[in-house]
């Protein structure tokens, strides 16, 4: 259960002087949607405690608020959980002054470990890592596409052009303020290649802050958007045919305060930090079921679009699904990372990384080797090379994903067999209700959501 700050008092009548009237504590769903709980300031300190009631049913909310009793230990509606707030997360919105706003965590009834916190299960793999010595720092870029509430268009272009940041002055000003004051850092902001579409880098922190950040940068940017008369859509895809969103992930692993990803064997990889690359490698099929996985993610992942569609790893190669991003002498050491494409607003946080870390941490494990990376496009080759090659397409389909999960013991024992249950009995229900649907109504349907 996480700890409270003794001077809880003190920061309830100090967030109430500031004219703070509501703390919402936000948590991330299957679908990666956040849901949440706003309790009057006058309640902080109780709740801080003893949490606020939920359904245990939010774990079994598909993408369209449709609840789904597919999974056996949640196939009815009795049953009631505690939402803990975070309180070392706790901070005043500068974009919605009369909010505070924290991070939550679910435990059982009783106060119990509750095996379908997603949160916990991220907990868990970093307590794994450090066991063994390791360290991980994680981050994600954000893209996401700005629409007029009012109906006017959004002047577009040209792409990474300052005066497309322009035609949104007023929210690129107000963003940085609201996101510094917030707490979070930045890397940059910048106009992205899609009509209107727009992208900033969140800072590397360690799993579980990269993962609260990620939550509170999406509420944000929300806010930012809505002051101005904008709305933000994260869906990975905003229509069927153009530019997706990704929200690529950036993670670097670490042993004794030294980066492993950079290092004197080949490609610039130390020993430990190529089994890392080449655990991610092995199991991206199946940590793609994860961290790309609504209906419209898959369809996202293609040839050409930087987004990334097939299971391979290269160095800066802005095709890869895995984009190794060494150090130089002028970023140093330091800086390099690998950058997960694969990955979009639709991924659980938590889930994610904790996958994410089990399979790197396996591959550091067994000592794993890589292949040699892929420069080019795998996409502008002709099928026969790409069997020659070994190059296999990313899941193309959400059953595709299914099915590469349910072969992944490893992901399925990361997750813990309560919250794998969960997580695909959602996937089967958001698979059946697209089923029914036009790729037009699935992408218009997922607009909104995260
Ligand atoms: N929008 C692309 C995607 O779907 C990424 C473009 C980029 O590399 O920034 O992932
Ligand atoms: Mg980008």
Redesign the pocket.
């Known amino acids: 259960m996480p700890d409270n700050p003794p001077d809880l008092a003190a920061r309830a009548s100090e967030l109430r002087r500031q004219g703070i009237v509501g703390v919402t504590i936000v948590w991330a769903d299957n679908n990666g949607i956040p849901r949440s709980r706003t309790v009057p300031i006058a309640a902080l300190e109780q709740v801080a405690e003893r949490g606020v009631g939920v359904t245990t049913l939010l774990s079994v909310f598909d993408s369209h608020d449709s609840i789904t009793f597919g999974h056996e230990g949640l196939s009815t509606p009795s049953g009631d959980v505690r939402l803990m707030p975070v309180m070392e997360r706790l901070v005043a919105l500068r974009g919605q002054p009369a909010f505070a706003w924290t991070i939550g965590q679910h435990v059982a009834a009783d106060g119990t470990p509750w095996p379908y916190d997603q949160r916990s299960i991220l907990a868990r793999q970093v307590e794994a890592a450090a066991q063994r010595g390791l360290r991980f720092q994680a981050g994600w870029?954000l893209?996401f596409v700005l629409s007029p509430a009012d109906g006017r268009p959004l002047p577009t272009g040209p792409a990474y052009g300052p005066v497309a940041l322009l035609s949104v002055d007023e929210f690129a000003a107000d963003l940085l303020q609201d996101l510094e004051a917030n707490g979070l850092r930045i890397g940059q902001l910048h106009a992205?290649?899609?009509p209107a579409?727009f992208?900033l880098s969140l800072a590397p922190a360690d799993p579980l802050r990269a993962a609260d950040e990620q939550l509170l940068a999406r509420q944000t940017v929300h806010a930012a958007a809505r002051a101005h008369g904008l709305r933000a859509s994260f869906a990975?895809l905003v229509t069927t045919t153009g530019?997706?969103?990704?929200?690529?992930l950036h993670t670097s692993v670490w042993r004794d305060g030294r980066n492993l990803l950079p290092g004197t064997g080949d490609h610039g990889l130390s020993p430990e930090g190529e089994g890392y690359l080449a655990g991610l490698l092995r199991e991206l099929p199946a940590l793609t079921a994860l961290t790309a996985p609504s209906v419209p993610s898959s369809a996202?992942?293609r040839p050409g679009?930087?987004?990334?569609a097939y299971a391979i790893w290269g160095v800066q190669n802005?095709e890869a699904a895995l984009r190794y991003i060494p150090g130089t002498p002028l970023l140093g050491a330091d800086q390099a990372n690998v950058e997960l494409?694969p990955s979009?607003a639709s991924a659980n946080p938590y889930l994610a990384l904790a996958a994410v870390i089990a399979a790197g941490l396996a591959g550091v494990e067994e000592k794993l080797s890589l292949p040699a990376p892929v420069q080019d496009n795998p996409g502008t080759w002709s099928e026969e090379q790409r069997a020659a090659a070994g190059v296999h397409r990313l899941p193309a389909t959400p059953a595709e994903q299914a099915a590469a999960l349910e072969r992944s013991t490893l992901l399925q024992a990361a997750l813990g067999p309560a919250a794998y249950g969960a997580f695909r009995a959602v996937r089967d229900a958001d698979r059946a209700w697209a089923a029914e649907r036009s790729a037009e109504e699935v992408v218009e349907a997922h607009l909104w959501k995260y």
């Open positions: 870029e893209e992205e290649y899609g579409q992208e990975p530019v997706g969103n990704g929200w690529h996202r992942l679009y930087w987004s990334s802005r494409k979009d």
